[in-house]
């Protein structure tokens, strides 16, 4: 059967199947093939694919013979083309279904992600609130102690005789002073007592004054000082200036629970060490916990207090940026250097809104650590880092962080809310008084002004936007920021301010001169078709 319909293809095809290859009785091979059909051998070959394709699909053919079935009548069903492409519809018809229903599983599994994140949520805010609602208790419960054995109460501490300072090796003046002191500390604890005292406590603010040496016999004193704070509703602010405070005085002052943490009123704390604050990594450790426990402290002013061997000033700081709520913390002169921690807790973007560290040892690697931070950081405000060992080369890293104009996106990716002290001449734009969104504005009208003046805006957005249909669809929209991002107004003056030596006139004529105006008109797209 085969032979005779390969033998019919070719004889339809050269006339004379006795000539063909496929039978050749004579023995005369392809030439007698080509001499009989009339064609050279290079004449033949299209002939002989047209024979191999007749071969492979009657090859086909004789194959879907074979794969007939019998049906349900004893008859025989063909599986034609059509068959296997109804096959293939109704398996992607299936894949579609399968693919919906994966859509669908993995949104009811993004829901439930997220709700689980909202429960974890909820559950670390109801833990601060126990742990908020425990130290108002504790707090409450050392109050109500206090105002029991203060209802007949009345100044107990012991008097210091002069003669007593002098007998420790000091001095008539130093003796003057404390007893002028010590006059200071009962008035202000009375006062606190009677409701009388403003908001700031700054009996123990010795600035400029001698330094307050360790003296168990002040002990007594800075109770009292300690119980009329801890009843107290209306003090705001506490100052500790130069004055030492060893463990002994420390646990009065801030005792186990530490009462800075226990009165809510309180909303600033001053302590300036004057390296008077012992190098006890525990008491640094209890300070911190003090401040971050009580959160109603909104600002923390530690200066000079961790320039000791073994008191680790830049975990303590790390540690309060990462408290987890607004805060704005001094921190100077507190020997800071290979800040590695702190630069990270400031990329994790907390609630920090100003850190001062000013006068510490940072130098050109910190500053570019710091750098890197601020580009992660959306929420600090204001960092000042003047009287560090930072170079201009440090500067530069700074400054960078803040306004880099080599491209768009460079300059869409800098820091536009924190102000900082060492861009002297406000290179970075982050101006003080103007809103983060206006910020971004000024600085990219400012490189547009920049590119203005060598007449390469259009190559620059060519560059950064690319050639295509929807670059040229952007055109108006740049067209129409460039009189928005010239100018800004100062929140805290109400005043709108102009800025750049550009005006938007010559940017809108360098741009419509030579940015894709034919592209825009032929496309249409100036009227947003």
């Known amino acids: 059967m085969k032979a005779k319909r390969y033998a ?7 006339g004379d199947p006795a000539n063909t290859v496929y039978g050749d009785p004579r023995g005369q091979g392809p030439d007698a093939f080509s001499e009989s059909s009339g064609l050279s051998g290079s004449d033949s070959l299209p002939i002989l ?26 008859g025989v069903a063909t599986r034609t083309l059509g068959d296997i492409l109804s096959v293939l519809e109704e ?4 894949i579609e279904t399968l693919a919906a229903a994966n859509k669908q599983l993995e949104g009811r599994n993004t829901a439930l992600e997220e709700r689980c994140k909202a429960l974890d949520r909820k559950s670390e805010s109801l833990g601060r609130s126990c742990d908020m609602l425990e130290v108002r208790c504790s707090s409450l419960e050392r109050s109500i102690q206090v105002l029991k054995k203060g209802i007949n109460w009345r100044h107990s501490a012991p008097e210091i005789p002069r003669s007593h300072w002098i007998e420790q090796g000091h001095d008539e003046e130093y003796a003057d002073y404390m007893d002028e002191m010590i006059s200071y500390i009962k008035h202000d604890t ?3 007592r009677s409701g009388e005292v403003n908001e700031v406590c700054d009996c123990l603010d010795n600035e400029n004054q001698f330094a307050v040496l360790h003296d168990y016999a002040l002990l007594p004193h800075f109770q009292e000082l300690s119980d009329a ?11 500790i200036d130069n004055i030492e405070m060893r463990p002994s005085a420390l646990s009065i002052l801030f005792p186990q629970r530490w009462r800075v943490k226990l009165n809510h009123a309180l909303e600033k704390l001053t302590w300036i060490g004057g390296d008077l604050i012992p190098s006890d990594i525990q008491a640094a450790d209890l300070l911190i916990e003090s401040i971050i426990k009580n959160q109603a402290i909104k600002t923390a002013v530690l200066d000079s207090c961790f320039d000791q061997n073994g008191a680790n000033g830049c975990r303590a700081l790390s540690t309060l940026i990462k408290c987890g709520r607004p805060l704005r913390v001094d921190f100077c002169e507190n020997g800071l250097s290979g800040i590695d921690d702190v630069a990270a807790a400031l990329a994790t973007n907390p609630q920090l809104e100003k850190l001062c560290i000013t006068g510490n040892q940072l130098n050109d690697s910190d500053a570019e650590l710091i750098a890197h931070a601020l580009k992660q950081n959306t929420n600090l405000q204001a960092l000042h880092l003047d009287g560090n060992n930072i170079t201009s080369t440090g500067l530069k890293k700074m400054i960078e962080a803040i306004y880099d104009p080599s ?3 460079a300059m869409e990716s800098c820091n536009h809310t924190c102000w900082v002290d060492c861009d002297v001449h406000y290179a970075g734009g982050n101006y003080i008084g103007i809103a983060p969104q206006q910020r971004r504005r000024l600085k990219l009208y ?13 190559r620059h957005l060519n560059a950064e936007l690319g050639e295509g249909a929807f670059s040229t669809k952007l055109v108006p929209r740049v067209l129409e920021c460039i009189e928005q991002y010239s100018t800004a107004t100062d929140h805290r003056f109400g005043a709108t301010h102009r800025f750049g030596a550009t005006t938007p006139l010559s940017l809108y004529f360098e741009l419509m001169k030579s940015w894709k105006m034919p592209e825009l008109y032929e496309r249409g797209t100036f009227e947003g078709k």
């Open 49 to 74: 694919c047209e024979l191999m394709l007749s071969f492979i699909i009657s090859h086909s053919s004789e194959k879907m013979d074979d794969d007939k079935v019998p049906d349900s009548r004893d």
């Open 190 to 192: 009375m006062r606190i």
């Open 91 to 94: 398996h992607a018809r299936q």
């Open 229 to 239: 704070i801890q009843v107290s509703s209306g003090i705001r602010s506490i100052v």
């Open 8 to 14: 019919g293809v070719g004889q339809r095809l050269i």
């Open 407 to 409: 491209s768009l996106s």
């Open 446 to 458: 400012k490189m547009l002004s920049a590119r203005h003046e060598g007449g390469s805006n259009a």
